[in-house]
């Protein structure tokens, strides 16, 4: 079995079904970052208003790396896997294992708030 059709603690929580979401969330933020984008340039609107690009930017952030990574950070603050239908969890039951996904979800949300900040800035400065 591949990584992407099992459950690896720290490594992988979902399976093909859920990445598909998260790729889905990732292009749904990429979308409104460039839109909100677009319309700030086109409206003169103030620089600092610019750096609303922070939510957007994170959002598609999170969908894409949590994609990437075949790891929701959801699943592996609240224990949880799913390599089946979408809604349809297991429980992660071994302290050791939801330990080493409470480290994957936190870096997971380190990133995208790196990337968001970045995203921000970007758009404040241009």
């Given at each position: ?12 929580n ?10 889905l969330?990732?292009?749904?933020g ?34 894409f ?15 949880l ?7 349809e ?8 294992f ?5 480290r ?11 990337i ?11």
């Amino acid at each position: 079995m591949s990584a992407q059709n099992q459950y690896i603690p720290g490594v992988c929580n979902i399976g093909p079904e859920e990445i598909q979401k998260r790729k889905l969330v990732g292009w749904v933020g990429l979308i409104a970052t460039f839109g909100l984008w677009t319309f700030f340039i086109w409206n003169n609107t103030p620089a600092p208003w610019r750096l609303t690009l922070f939510f957007p930017g994170i959002i598609s952030a999170v969908g894409f790396l949590q994609a990437y990574r075949h790891f929701c950070a959801y699943f592996g603050f609240a224990a949880l896997f799913n390599f089946g239908k979408a809604g349809e969890t297991g429980n992660v039951d071994s302290e050791e294992f939801r330990i080493r996904d409470r480290r994957e979800a936190w870096k997971i949300l380190i990133y995208s708030t790196i990337i968001g900040l970045a995203v921000a800035f970007l758009g404040f400065a241009l």
